[in-house]
């Protein structure tokens, strides 16, 4: 079975993908740490090939395989190309291969409003989006899957991309207008939730901006130098992330302020594997969940990838 890009998408409405993604944070899955391989290419820049595994024991095994071609940007061609391929964990047999840049795309937005569910407070009704690129048109729709969000405010370095996007979202009938660059301060101030996902090396969202009860989503931050929020956001919130040792290891968020001592590792709460299992009961958990802000942070785990995959060729196979 090969599922391309539109079919993937069909394949994983945000419920079922949300529940999929608490699921899989619950079983004993094995998820080896992604390896990372340098390609020589001719005449152009380095390539890198990525592969992201992931199993359940006798149920299903996955692979994700991401090529990196740097050099294709001056040929017009796409930078990154991915698939995943799920195969038999009886038998090894492949069953399926799915366009993995829609999968990864949808999986990334769910985990950010899975947390949503266990992190916002539950009348969390306005939503600041942070970045107008590919992943904020995934990340909105996802947060409004979960939260009954009635006002949309767009903001992004690049005023005309938040304009563009806040139109496309006002074509389909959500209350969405673009925020001017100069006045992000005071979007954030009155939103309940903020969701980043920018490219940015220095913090867009400061601590100090944040009102009582409200929760902060930051997808952006992959690398040890990127980062989206400041030390006083993460010394001032309830700091919860997918997995902690991809998001000790992977993101500025928190490597940098744990390098200035602004906090440390144990400043983490919880993850995923708490949060689904019960064992972390999320804002409900904290001292005063009314006034509490939260904090998530997402780096990505193979299981994600694994549990989207599953989802996506079951749902696929019922239909056909």
């Not at 001017?180 to 939103?191: G, I």
């Amino acid at each position: 079975m090969q599922l391309n890009a539109n079919q993937v998408r069909e394949a994983l409405p945000w419920d079922r993908l949300i529940e999929a993604l608490n699921t899989i944070f619950t079983k004993d899955v094995c998820a080896p740490v992604r390896h990372h391989h340098s390609i020589n290419v001719p005449n152009e820049p380095q390539a890198t090939l990525l592969l992201m595994p992931a199993w359940l024991e006798g149920e299903y095994l996955g692979v994700k395989l991401v090529n990196v071609f740097p050099g294709n940007n001056r040929h017009g061609l796409p930078g990154l190309n991915s698939n995943y391929i799920l195969s038999s964990g009886q038998t090894g047999e492949p069953l399926a291969q799915l366009d993995a840049n829609e999968l990864t795309a949808r999986r990334t937005a769910a985990a950010s409003a899975m947390a949503s569910g266990f992190l916002s407070r539950a009348d969390a009704s306005d939503l600041l989006m942070v970045g107008a690129g590919r992943m904020a048109r995934y990340l909105i729709p996802a947060h409004m899957s979960v939260r009954p969000i009635r006002k949309v405010t767009v903001w992004n370095r690049n005023e005309a991309e938040a304009i563009a996007l806040a139109d496309e979202l006002k074509a389909q009938g959500v209350d969405a207008q673009a925020c001017p660059p100069d006045q992000l301060e005071s979007a954030a101030n009155r939103a309940d939730i903020i969701s980043c996902a920018t490219l940015s090396t220095t913090p867009l969202i400061k601590g100090e901006w944040m009102k009582h009860g409200a929760h902060l989503d930051l997808v952006g931050s992959f690398t040890p130098t990127m980062r989206e929020t400041d030390n006083d956001a993460m010394q001032n919130c309830s700091v919860f992330v997918d997995v902690r040792a991809g998001a000790l290891s992977e993101t500025g968020d928190l490597i940098i302020p744990i390098s200035e001592g602004a906090i440390t590792e144990e400043s983490i709460i919880a993850e995923f594997t708490e949060l689904c299992s019960g064992r972390h009961k999320g804002r409900a958990g904290l001292e005063d969940p009314q006034q509490a802000i939260t904090l998530f942070k997402s780096v990505g785990d193979a299981r994600e990838d694994l549990a989207a995959a599953i989802l996506a060729y079951q749902l696929s196979v019922q239909n056909q």
